[in-house]
């Protein structure tokens, strides 16, 4: 007998509407993906904090953070990466529920892993922001050395060097980080939740 059979999806008291209406906001994930050495990390997190000064609960989750817990027994091959992509949907998806305005930042290089996490949400919660940079300058920017060993060879499978990234074909938002400040950044995306009557 399937073990599966055996676990019901148990409904919450209090639903997202009731908690998005306490809120007096609604919820949604806020994708960031993006080349590493984009600004995904720094983007969400200025955004985070303006988001809470302007009393929005909200929520950073960063790849290099949910990989020291939740996804720390996975590697950085295509399946691994899928897993990891997979996972946080359905932790965003959770947060989502919870009345939040939740931000990830992760490389996320296929589209199908991402389209599959957009799957998870209903029309206008899963907001993709291409955070787009060209490779040289992420590669000049490279905060944590990783281009340096991905050239040298220390690092295998890493994006834009020895493995894809597949650029978003349709995104809610493309934020330039290479031309555009982290204020001007954000700016822009809080005029896009602002339109979108999400705040």
Known sequence: MDDNQNIIWHHSIISKLDRQYRNK??????????LSGSGK???????DKELFQH?????????????HGLNAGLGFSKEDR????????????LFVDSGQIISTAFISPFREDREQVRALFPEGEFIE???????????????????KRARSGAIREFTGISSPYEEPINPELIIETDTMSIPQ???????????????
Not at 185 to 199: A, R
Request: glycine letters at 6%; charged letters at 25%; a positive charge.
């Open 129 to 147: 922001v291409y955070v787009k940079c060209p490779i040289s300058i992420c590669e000049n920017r490279d905060p944590k050395g990783l281009y």
């Open 25 to 34: 906001h609604k919820s949604c994930v806020i994708w960031f993906t993006g």
């Open 185 to 199: 950044s954000v700016t822009k995306i809080i005029n896009f939740l602002k339109n979108k009557n999400i705040i």
């Open 41 to 47: 990390s720094s983007l969400a997190n200025a955004l």
């Open 55 to 67: 009393g929005i609960q909200s929520y950073v989750l960063d790849g290099d953070n949910i990989r």
């Open 82 to 93: 899928k897993e990891n992509i997979r996972r946080i949907g359905e932790v965003s998806k």
